[in-house]
């Protein structure tokens, strides 16, 4: 069982600086361009990003829970 929490722990950190990656690229993308990118067309990803993050953020949690739940177990028996 603890593999399986070091996996979803794993999973959800990927998860983070994936949606994080897509999404400061989404938000500087207008800038960058000088406005060659619309904002209205950079928010295909920036929700997409700002969903993934979170979601991530969750499953990391969730990981780092049973982990944690899983040591203070193991060190009680």
């Given at each position: 069982?603890?593999?399986?929490?070091?996996?979803?722990?794993?999973?959800?950190?990927?998860?983070?600086?994936?949606?994080?990656?897509?999404?400061?690229?989404?938000?500087?993308?207008?800038?960058?361009t000088d406005?060659?990118?619309?904002?209205?067309?950079?928010?295909?990803?920036?929700?997409?990003g700002a969903?993934?993050?979170?979601?991530?953020?969750?499953?990391?949690?969730?990981?780092?829970?049973?982990?944690?739940?899983?040591?203070?177990?193991?060190?009680q028996a």
């Amino acid at each position: 069982m603890a593999k399986v929490a070091l996996v979803v722990l794993v999973v959800g950190v990927v998860g983070i600086l994936l949606g994080g990656g897509i999404l400061l690229v989404s938000v500087l993308l207008p800038v960058i361009t000088d406005g060659r990118t619309g904002w209205d067309e950079a928010m295909l990803g920036i929700i997409p990003g700002a969903v993934l993050l979170s979601l991530s953020f969750f499953v990391a949690l969730a990981g780092l829970i049973v982990m944690i739940l899983k040591r203070r177990k193991r060190a009680q028996a």
